[in-house]
């Protein structure tokens, strides 16, 4: 992809994903494109698996359909969730399974690489996308255009940016607009398993001491923990070698799958809950993770921010004609569209982070009767699989 123009529909700040895709929709959309990002990391080598996986969902699905991106991924590394069981910290257990919910799968186990190999892969031939290595580091709006200066001292004019640069994100900061943070002084403690038992494609979770681990199940004999650990803890997990790591992950799940076999290195990622005032500012829009962070217990961030992608290619691709991208009546189109859905997850997770969080007797069997009731009311469980399944 050479640099042809300096003149964009929109640009793409941030090559996550969730930047990557909102490239591709947006080309696709006939909108003339740049996507800012460094070239993609190098594929995991033949037969190891990647340690950062996704939960996706049939919406996720959905809109990488769309794109046609989701028929190139190599179909025997996709994990179908059929079933789910939920344990709670004391008697209760719930279980979620696709043939109850009369729904192929319940989600997707996929690996983070697989998805930007295949992403990169679309948009290497899209005629109307321009990839630029640089990161974007000056921001002014103007009447007619954003100006957007680069690290590499190029500058680009759009009519809209679109900022997909993640917690941290600089665009959001451009904006003005107001952040809150609340770290949950946890982490996430992430790595692959080689199973003793099989895994049934079920996916596993388990409530403990404040803490969350869960096992999702990858291709194979393989699964993928993710454990929102105490910080202290997660800095303990986090030094151990393999072979005591497995130990640990037998024990908090009651050797639900035999012996492990840890096959990738553990990786920590600090775990925090973020919500802006506001998703637009003058020609910007923000998308993924610098829109929203929520906590992973119910993996939803990544499906929340494709989500987010597909509401503003969407509201795009409908434009009337006199209308730029960056027009602020599309922009306040795609933030009214996505308003409720983020919100809606954003306390649903941290209401359930904060339940099984909070120490004591007595909340503890609130929360385990919570679960047993829930588990007893068929429409009550559904209406919670529809709401995961986007
Ligand atoms: C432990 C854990 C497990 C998770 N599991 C799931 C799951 O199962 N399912 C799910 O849906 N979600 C899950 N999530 C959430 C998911 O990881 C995030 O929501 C998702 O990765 C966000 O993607 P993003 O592209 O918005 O941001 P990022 O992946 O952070 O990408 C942002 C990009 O922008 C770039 N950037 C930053 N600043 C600039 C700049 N100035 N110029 C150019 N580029 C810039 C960065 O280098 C980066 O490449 C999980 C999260 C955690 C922590």
Not at 172 to 190: E, I, N
Not at 316 to 329: M, T
Not at 352 to 372: D, E, S, W
Request: some cysteine.
């Amino acid at each position: 992809m050479t640099f042809q123009s300096r003149n964009f529909h929109t640009v793409v700040v941030g090559g996550g994903l969730v930047g990557k895709t909102a490239a591709l929709a947006l080309t696709q959309s006939g909108l003339r494109t740049a996507l800012l990002a460094t070239p993609a990391a190098p594929a995991p080598a033949a037969g190891s698996f990647d340690s950062r996986i996704y939960a996706l969902s049939s919406s996720s699905q959905a809109l990488l359909e769309r794109l046609r991106v989701w028929q190139a991924l190599e179909r025997d590394k996709l994990g179908p969730v059929l079933d789910m069981r939920v344990f709670g910290d004391a008697f209760a257990e719930l279980h979620f399974s696709a043939f109850q919910a009369a729904v192929p799968q319940l989600a997707w186990i996929v690996e983070s690489s697989l998805i930007e190999r295949s992403l990169d892969a679309a948009l290497r031939f899209q005629p109307n996308l321009t990839w630029i290595d640089s990161r974007a580091q000056g921001l002014t709006i103007h009447d007619d255009a954003a100006h957007l200066t680069l690290a590499n001292g190029d500058t680009l004019e759009a009519d809209l940016v679109v900022g997909a640069d993640g917690a941290h994100s600089w665009v959001r900061a451009q904006t003005g607009a107001k952040m809150l943070r609340r770290d949950y002084r946890q982490t996430g403690v992430v790595a692959n398993f080689k199973c003793e038992k099989p895994h049934g494609e079920t996916a596993y979770q388990w409530f403990r001491d404040g803490e969350i681990i869960a096992l999702l199940p990858l291709p194979g004999d393989h699964v993928s923990l993710v454990w929102s650990a105490k910080t202290e803890h997660a800095d303990t997990l986090l030094k151990l070698d393999p072979a005591q790591l497995a130990a640990e992950v037998e024990k908090a799940t009651q050797n639900m799958l035999g012996a492990l076999e840890c096959v990738t290195p553990a990786q920590g990622f600090p775990l925090a809950l973020q919500t802006v005032d506001r998703l637009i500012g003058p020609r910007v829009a923000l998308v993924g993770d610098a829109a929203h962070l929520i906590h992973p217990l119910a993996g939803q961030g990544m499906n929340l921010g494709l989500r987010d992608v597909a509401a503003l290619a969407e509201t795009l691709a409908a434009k009337e004609a006199f209308r730029s991208a960056g027009d602020p009546v599309l922009l306040r189109r795609y933030e009214r569209t996505r308003r409720e859905d983020i919100q809606k997850l954003t306390l649903a997770c941290d209401g359930l982070q904060k339940l099984f969080a909070m120490p004591g007797t007595l909340a503890r069997g609130l929360r385990n009767t919570g679960m047993a009731l829930v588990g007893a009311q068929p429409l009550v469980k559904r209406w919670l699989v529809s709401a995961a399944l986007g």
